[in-house]
């Protein structure tokens, strides 16, 4: 079972499918508009930044709402982001290395960096690349683009995962909201016979926090993910 609408499940399934595991999509949360819907855009009338770092594929999609071009290098946190602007015709870098919003910030920096960066994020998002941004000394304009919010327990979208969860289908999990909603709608997470794997060490660390120890994925990818989930399937896990 994979916390993801079933479009987004589409890529994961596909690396499963061979493996003979059946992708099943458990939308845990959905997206909304930010408190201040004009805020992103009213940030982006003061520039010019010399870096625009997009930490989620949700952040994109903002992003994209409000902008058509840029001459700004916009720096995208996983392929699955980098998608997301792709879509939306904005170029991007992702650096291959880079695995979560730390990372990036961390690589920016080491780019040698200077000036303005716009960090469009959730308004309940980690602050990691922030903190690190401005310990470097860059001037980070931090917008809260949209909200991640949980579904309604009563959504009809939920059904197929819980009943996939009851027979004992592992879960993954792409975010730590998703970490939040699934709490919330299953109550607590180390009290399920659930296995848990990770798409990155970010959404692992709120795992952890749940109570669970969870499988990590080697890389944000389809292909890495799936690896993980697999490995977990297998009698022997």
Do not use: K
Not at 25 to 32: D, E, L
Not at 92 to 108: I, N, Q
Not at 152 to 170: H, I, M, S, Y
């Amino acid at each position: 079972m994979l916390t993801r609408d079933p479009a987004d499940v589409a890529a994961y399934a596909a690396q499963l499918a061979p493996r003979g595991i059946e992708a099943i999509a458990m939308p845990v949360t959905r997206w909304a508009p930010a408190a201040d819907p004009g805020a992103l855009a009213r940030a982006l009338a003061t520039g010019p930044f010399e870096a625009i770092v997009v930490l989620s594929a949700r952040g994109a999609a903002a992003l994209a709402r409000v902008l058509a071009r840029t001459t700004a290098p916009i720096w995208a946190v996983g392929p699955a982001t980098l998608q997301a602007l792709a879509g939306a015709e904005l170029e991007a870098y992702h650096p291959p290395a880079v695995r979560d919003g730390a990372g990036l910030a961390h690589a920016l920096v080491a780019s040698g960096i200077t000036g303005r960066v716009l960090v469009p994020r959730a308004d309940e998002g980690r602050t990691d690349a922030i903190d690190i941004l401005r310990a470097a000394d860059l001037e980070v304009v931090d917008v809260a683009a949209y909200r991640t919010v949980t579904v309604d327990a009563n959504d009809p979208a939920l059904a197929p995962g819980r009943v996939a969860l009851a027979e004992g289908a592992v879960c993954g999990v792409f975010a730590p909201s998703q970490v939040t909603a699934l709490a919330a709608l299953l109550g607590p997470l180390d009290r399920l016979t659930t296995r848990f794997c990770a798409i990155g060490e970010t959404t692992a660390a709120a795992l952890r926090a749940a109570g669970i120890e969870p499988r990590v994925a080697a890389a944000p990818t389809p292909e890495a993910f799936a690896t993980a989930l697999a490995a977990l399937c297998s009698p022997a896990a």
